[in-house]
């Protein structure tokens, strides 16, 4: 499997010719589902989902689908009829030949006075990718690569490293990253690498890693 991390939280995996991109929102790049094969969303924030991004996917690839909650489906599934898949926690189903579980419900806690919105995490393959979305979600099984939301204005560093702990991943790469600064990178680098417990890796966007 190869993994290409796109800007912010946007991930796309290739396996046997096939793409699955993960959260191509506005923070991502303009290109960033394009020639995908499924798409998959975790929450309606802005900077997960694009529904002109997305647009451009299903446009670009009539075979193309995509898998989300119901509260981005509904903005999109009119256009596309039959090509949006609505899922939520417990629900396990195959994008683009990658064996996907959904995990979670809800968003993290932004400020106890903003209300709460749906938020689902994917499993891949088993495993091999865990994204969480906005959210850290432990998925109750083991994790090869998860995708760590490093930088979020619901987290602190602390939450980051235990959950790092929780999840007990082989490596976490970072996501979700657009709001650190290249000064601030050190310090996560360095805090989240020793005493989180899993290999810490950063991609620059556009960047590759064979999994």
């Known amino acids: 499997m190869k993994l290409t991390k796109k800007s912010h939280a946007c991930v796309r995996l290739e396996k046997d010719g096939r793409t699955l991109v993960i959260d191509p929102g506005g923070f991502s790049e303009e290109d960033a589902a394009l020639g995908a094969d499924a798409v998959l969303v975790t929450h309606e924030h802005a900077d997960h989902f694009d529904e002109g991004r997305l647009r451009a996917a ?3 690839n009539p075979a193309a689908e995509i898998w989300t909650l119901a509260a981005v489906a509904e903005k999109i ?13 417990g629900d396990t189903f195959t994008a683009a030949g990658f064996d996907v579980q959904v995990h979670g419900e809800l968003h993290a806690v932004i400020h106890p006075d903003i209300p709460r919105i749906t938020n689902v995490g994917y499993l891949v393959d088993g495993g091999r990718v865990f994204h969480p979305g906005d959210a850290l979600t432990v998925p109750g099984h083991p994790v090869e690569t998860l995708m760590l939301p490093v930088m979020a ?21 970072d996501i979700h990253d657009a709001l650190l600064t290249d000064l601030a990178r050190p310090i996560y680098d360095r805090q989240i690498g020793a005493l989180g417990g899993a290999e810490h890796l950063r991609l620059a966007p556009g960047t590759s890693a064979d999994l």
């Open 153 to 173: 204005p619901w987290s602190k560093i602390s939450e980051v490293i235990d959950y790092v702990r929780e999840v007990g991943p082989q490596r976490a790469y």
């Open 58 to 60: 299903l446009e670009g």
């Open 77 to 89: 599934s009119a256009a596309f009829p039959g090509r949006v898949h609505t899922v939520g926690h």
